[in-house]
């Protein structure tokens, strides 16, 4: 299976970006479109059971999620790199921040899940561990994550790609994984700056969770709410997520 991560640009300022739980390499909408290849190097990796790596066998858990991250900007040679995480890959992003020492120069999250996990009532819990076998939960789940408000289309646009990106077995288990790992006595105080981007629509992951995690836990955390965007920022208002992103990339 082909692993190498999907590398747009050749600038300087390395950024290696780690897809959500409904996405994958390609999975980013409009925003790969939008790099400045003369100023920025993004490396987009798909995860086991993901993408290009649909069949690949593994655990299924945050530590390894991690380690392939880093054996992929190894690979690459990057000696440093800010990393971008989407919703689960905000969990994943600090692991990274963790396991690479110093090499990790900014964290950028998107919607971004924290190190403690994320609480789920019984009913919750029930749509989204059965969203693996049933198309249905996952459209009720991205229609919730963008306030009930987007086209049904584009919805089951959504739903498709990541039937056709996903293994079950592999998206089930990320699952457990993303919401139930809490290693969040280890990052904090941690002095990395980091950017916690969402949507002013995003009833889960919206700035309310981020005060309570992120910018309690990071002393040079800041955060931006994006009008007129849910969970899924860069399909819904890609231009204001890039801009955001690049500009706190400049300041590394």
């Known amino acids: 299976m082909p692993r190498d991560p999907m590398v747009i640009g050749n600038g300087r300022r390395k950024v290696l970006a780690l897809h959500g739980w409904f996405g994958s390499a390609t999975g980013w909408g409009a925003l790969p479109d939008l790099i400045d290849g003369d100023c920025y190097s993004y ?72 190190s403690t996990g994320v609480p789920f009532d019984e009913q919750s819990w029930q749509l989204f561990s059965g969203a693996a076998d049933d198309p249905d939960n996952r459209y009720a789940i991205i229609d919730l994550t963008t306030g009930g408000r987007l086209s049904p289309t584009w919805l089951h646009q959504m739903v498709q790609f990541s039937l056709d990106n996903s293994d079950p077995q592999a998206f089930g288990a990320y699952l457990e994984a993303w919401a139930r790992t809490d290693f969040s006595a280890e990052v904090q105080d941690h002095p990395v700056p980091v950017q916690v981007i969402v949507g002013e629509h995003d009833p889960a992951l919206g700035a309310a969770v981020m005060e309570q995690t992120f910018l309690r836990q990071y002393p040079n955390a800041s955060l931006e709410v994006l009008p007129n965007a849910g969970h899924y920022a860069m399909f819904e208002t890609p231009v204001a997520l890039m801009t955001s992103v690049e500009r706190f990339v400049r300041q590394l």
């Open 43 to 114: 490396a987009f990796l798909d995860y086991r059971g993901y993408g290009a790596r649909r069949g690949e066998g593994g655990e299924f858990s945050i530590a390894e999620m991690a380690r392939d991250a880093l054996n992929a900007v190894d690979a690459l040679g990057w000696s440093s790199f800010a990393v971008l995480g989407h919703s689960m890959s905000g969990s994943i992003m600090q692991r990274v921040l963790l396991d690479a020492g110093d090499r990790v120069t900014g964290l950028i999250g998107i919607s971004p899940v924290p």
